[in-house]
């Protein structure tokens, strides 16, 4: 399989779920409901969640027809942290458009959130497979984390000392969790064994941290078109990501007053702010680390891989991890 | 079975849950969301949602202790529609303490709103049923559909005309459609027959809509001590019952004026509008209007039971609508 194949696989696998999602919602009225829940469910995006189910499905030999309701499921589900998430962050817009609560108001943006989630488990439920119970309890599991994972999240940006660890178990919860159940729920109705299911759920939570550690590393040397976001908001939002929380471990001196003047000072440091933590990031050999960590974790991901049957499904995955790898090298 | 049997077995239910929705909560963090969703739960309520669960296995000869996580699965269903629907209506207070929402925060709020559900499904998929797949959808449902109401009930303050009938649609699925699935669940979970569990459906439909009419004649008759509300608030937040949507249809003149300034300047019209609008829905016969409509709802759950075995499952719901109807008489 080449990048172009794999492209076009992709591309068939994401249709089927988007033509699928534009179906979700079949409610009419109550009106700001149904057409904010519709304005949510297309704005896009890449849906690796919902392929990744899919591709979960195949690595183990199963019809990835069977899975499509589960992924359609686990995109909803990422899509309500999506709109409660904008909410909590009063983040203005997404995706280029208007957030949910900016074009109509917070109420509605909740009961968005609330009713795709709902959604989520309808859709599940539609899945055939010998143990729905398991299934449910999957899915159930993450969504638990998920929230959880968000708590931490706000709960980090009120403390001042949040050491690398929390990063971990927080990204662990609010983006590994999502990923990893995705791939597992894709071997579980393909009827994978408990090995393969396991496998992959370990491929997913270490393909979500690689994704995770590699969103905080582009933030600072991305290439600003190619990236689609301001080089640096990280930076400028204070936010405790990877990279200044290892850097904060480090520093000394003045750096380390420098880096966490950023914290409590979220959201109005300069331009030339975000050149002087850059520099700090140079410095302590942070970024190098990142690059490191994102490395080893793709590696690990990717040796989970080989208890499974070598099929089209399989290489897609092995595909996700090595255009990771490539994009931060 | 006489009251005092009613209260005692009743008692006993409630203590079952109450000791059972204590330990929902195993997280000791996120601290903030923890402890706000201990809170939400030590709240204390009548549990009826859960009890009507119960009711409805035994009523078919089931084993109530086999419907035990579904009733609480029903319970943080319920608890989870308080802490959103409190964050919309901007509600300082429930149950005489202050709302997550402002004892916390608005995020807080929605993250235990959230997180409440996913344990409800977690409380769920714990019960073992030879059909968990339904047991599921039927749940899901539910959610669906209250969450629909609760937007049709957002949508109906921005109003200005709203029908009986519109009025009926919203009530039936914000709150006839939670009481319905708890009696139906518990008839599925105790292995009823369809004909059982579609009639112990109806039964709750009914049973909801009786409550909720009750609760807005209550508003204007009840004796305030007893009633633990202030009499006419609802007149004063302008909301729209039963007896004002009735009273509406069938006033003419100053009198519709009258009513329609209170939807239009809700929250501010005192005592003597309160008075005022009482007078009106006297002369208008809407409070014998409401006290027929729960009369006639009333018969028709109890009707339902006909096709019931007599046990202490029926013979308790019996009790559940000739409480309801006794208290308005």
Redesign the interface.
């Known amino acids: 399989m080449n990048a172009r194949e794999f492209g076009r696989r992709y591309a068939h696998l994401k249709r089927l779920i988007d033509r699928r999602l534009g179906a979700v919602v079949t409610?009419r009225?109550?009106?700001?409901?149904a057409e904010a829940c519709r304005y949510v469910l297309s704005a896009g995006g890449k849906r690796v969640r919902s392929v990744l189910v899919l591709l979960g499905c195949e690595a183990v030999g199963g019809d990835i027809r069977q899975a499509i309701d589960a992924g359609i499921a686990v995109e909803l589900l990422h899509n309500f942290t999506l709109v409660?998430d904008d909410?909590?962050d009063n983040a203005p817009s997404r995706r280029g458009r208007p957030t949910v609560h900016t074009k109509w108001n917070?109420?509605?943006a909740?009961?968005v959130?609330?009713?795709v989630?709902?959604?989520a488990?309808?859709s599940l439920?539609k899945t055939r497979t010998k143990d729905?119970?398991r299934i449910?309890?999957l899915f159930?599991?993450c969504?638990?984390d998920v929230?959880?994972g968000?708590?931490?999240d706000?709960?980090f940006e009120r403390k001042t000392h949040v050491s690398v660890s929390d990063y971990y178990r927080m990204i662990d919860k609010k983006t590994g969790r999502m990923i990893a159940t995705a791939t597992e729920l894709g071997a579980r109705i393909g009827n994978g064994t408990d090995r393969e299911a396991e496998a992959l759920r370990r491929f997913g939570r270490n393909l979500g941290r690689a994704f995770q550690l590699q969103d905080d590393l582009l933030d600072v040397v991305a290439d600003e078109k190619e990236f689609g976001k301001t080089i640096g908001g990280d930076i400028v939002a204070g936010k405790k990501t990877f990279l200044l929380l290892k850097a904060i471990e480090r520093a000394t001196g003045k750096d380390k007053r420098t880096l966490n003047s950023i914290i409590k000072t979220a959201g109005r440091p300069d331009r030339r702010t975000v050149e002087k933590v850059t520099a700090i990031y140079h410095k302590y050999g942070v970024i190098d680390e990142a690059r490191q960590q994102i490395r080893q974790t793709t590696a690990t991901s990717l040796a989970e891989l080989a208890v499974l049957q070598q099929n089209r499904g399989t290489r897609m995955l092995q595909w996700f991890s090595e255009l990771l790898l490539r994009r931060v090298s």
């Open positions: 409610s009225e109550p009106r700001d409901l409660h909410v909590m917070v109420n509605n909740l009961l959130g609330d009713v989630v709902s959604l488990y309808r439920l729905p119970r449910c309890e159930t599991n969504f638990v929230c959880e968000q708590a931490l706000l709960a």
